[in-house]
């Protein structure tokens, strides 16, 4: 049996907080069993395109059935082991079709936002943008609007690289912006000018510690000046916060970081 949460954070705060759906090591359905009652949200995981490792369709209806059960929504996470930047023509369909098939079988869940990885995989050039690469994710992007997705449902998650590389394919595109803290603060960009910046795109804040290069961590291992600042923006934020830590222990610290900083 596994430990559950010692209370709800249900409507807690003006964000709705969410969890992955990995903090018990099981399955999407015992995880969502356990979180659902507890949270505003679940971080529904698809990390991997491959179909055994997405959720089948009798788990979505069951999903769908726990949602309304216990009053919560979802925001799905889209698989990240695809390149839509590459040369190569053939990985870029592959993405399209990879995303459609994902989005496709998730939609009963009805998603608030499917966060998306635009990687830079190239190799490092410091902070100067490869143009190249640039035209490339906007291609894929721009199949992907021809194959039926609406820009505003896609929040793009910040990564190694400065959110202002793909600005302007954000704003052709209608696209939303998903600030992972732990990614900007482990990139060392400034965590109050990008959110400035991305305010009103911003549908998603992911928020986990960072410590010694190592990301993912609970909130509990960042010093308080840091704290201080990420808190600054949480106050001020009314859409999704994900708290993206895969264990029940780093879950449940985090929270108290959470409940403590939003007194």
Not at 119 to 146: H, K, T, V
Request: aromatic share 10%.
């Amino acid at each position: 049996m596994y430990p559950q949460l010692p209370k709800s954070y249900k409507n807690a705060y003006p964000f709705r907080i969410s969890a992955p759906s990995f903090i018990y090591p099981d399955d999407y359905i015992p995880n969502v069993q356990m979180l659902g009652p507890w949270l505003d949200e679940i971080e529904l995981l698809c990390f991997e395109s491959h179909k055994s490792s997405l959720p089948s369709q009798k788990t979505i209806r069951e999903l769908e059935l726990l949602a309304r059960e216990f009053k919560f929504t979802y925001n799905v996470h889209l698989p990240t082991d695809m390149d839509p930047g590459s040369p190569e023509r053939r990985e870029q369909v592959r993405f399209v079709e990879t995303l459609v098939r994902v989005m496709d079988l998730t939609l009963p869940l009805a998603p608030t936002t499917y966060t998306l990885h635009l990687p830079f995989n190239q190799a490092p050039i410091g902070r100067i943008c490869d143009r190249a690469w640039q035209d490339r994710i906007s291609e894929s992007i721009r199949r992907l609007m021809g194959a039926g997705v609406k820009g505003p449902s896609l929040s793009v998650e910040t990564l190694n690289y400065p959110l202002e590389w793909i600005e302007s394919i954000l704003r052709e595109y209608d696209l939303r912006v998903c600030l992972d803290m732990g990614h900007l603060i482990a990139n060392h960009e400034d965590i109050e000018t990008t959110y400035r910046q991305f305010a009103g795109q911003t549908t998603m804040i992911h928020l986990h510690g960072v410590h010694n290069g190592k990301d993912h961590l609970a909130l509990d291992a960042f010093d308080q000046s840091w704290v201080d600042k990420i808190f600054s923006i949480l106050k001020r934020f009314t859409g999704t916060v994900s708290i993206e830590v895969f264990s029940y222990n780093h879950l449940l610290a985090s929270l108290a970081v959470l409940e403590k900083n939003m007194r």
